[in-house]
């Protein structure tokens, strides 16, 4: 079946530091890839979709300069939580669109703690 | 505009009992609904789709879900819980059939399985 890979599954960092998240699609290439935000015990919230080749498209109330996400292969999304600050801490969930069977495949998160 | 609601944060069921998550839509489309389940720091899986084809949806790990127009709902059921069957389940509503497309999630019920 697809998988969709992230990296790293959980990372700690410090105030004010930049913090970077890959997303790969493992078996298939994905055209569109999604990034959602969950806090602890909520929702997935769907911060951007990320299109290869192009700009992200964002939320209303997501900071583009603050997340900023690059979709530079079929493969690979990556998204970048720059000056960090304790509130940013969440767990990121990746998802890919294959391109083929247009399903959607979640990756398995990235838990990130700011100190 | 689409949302959707889930009834109950938290149930409690017993092993070898009847499984039953609430979900109602809200949508100006014909909607496309899907169940997903989360287990512990780990993404999205999909359980069923609601794509049209028949209201009733048998899905994975035998869950099934029936969609009713008239109630603007797709709760989904188990008629015997396992164990294993401890997670959190969301479900989502999506304007297009393909669950590659945007998703709109509802806030998630977490079920506990008791021995």
């Known amino acids: 079946g697809a998988v969709v890979s992230q990296h790293p599954s959980w990372v700690i960092c410090k105030s004010g530091t930049s913090v970077k998240i890959e997303c790969r699609s493992l078996?298939?290439?994905?055209?569109?890839m999604f990034w959602y935000r969950q806090f602890p015990k909520q929702s997935l919230m769907l911060m951007a979709t990320?299109?290869?080749?192009?700009?992200?498209?964002?939320e209303q109330g997501v900071e583009k300069d603050k997340f900023l996400i690059n979709h530079a292969s079929l493969t690979l999304s990556t998204l970048t939580v720059t000056s960090a600050h304790p509130e940013d801490s969440s767990f990121y969930i990746c998802?890919?669109?294959?391109?083929?069977?247009?399903?959607?495949?979640f990756g398995p998160g990235t838990r990130l703690t700011v100190t | 505009a689409q949302s959707v609601t889930q009834l109950g944060s938290h149930v409690s069921v017993s092993e070898g009992a009847l499984v039953l998550l609430r979900c109602n839509y809200s949508?100006?489309?014909?909607?496309?609904l899907f169940w997903y389940v989360q287990y512990p720091n780990q993404g999205l899986q999909l359980l069923l789709k609601?794509?049209?084809?028949?209201?009733l949806v048998k899905g994975i790990n035998g869950f099934e879900a029936e969609f009713k127009k008239s109630e603007t709902s797709f709760h989904l059921t188990k008629p015997s819980a396992h164990m294993s069957d401890a997670a959190e389940y969301f479900c989502?509503?999506?304007?297009?059939?393909?669950?590659?497309?945007?998703?709109?999630f509802g806030g998630g019920t977490r079920v506990l399985v008791k021995p």
């Open positions: 949508s100006s489309v014909p909607p496309y």
């Open positions: 078996d298939f290439q994905a055209t569109t």
């Open positions: 609601y794509t049209s084809a028949a209201t």
């Open positions: 989502a509503v999506s304007p297009f059939e393909a669950a590659g497309n945007k998703l709109t």
């Open positions: 990320s299109n290869e080749g192009s700009k992200a498209t964002y």
């Open positions: 998802s890919a669109r294959d391109w083929d069977s247009n399903e959607q495949y």
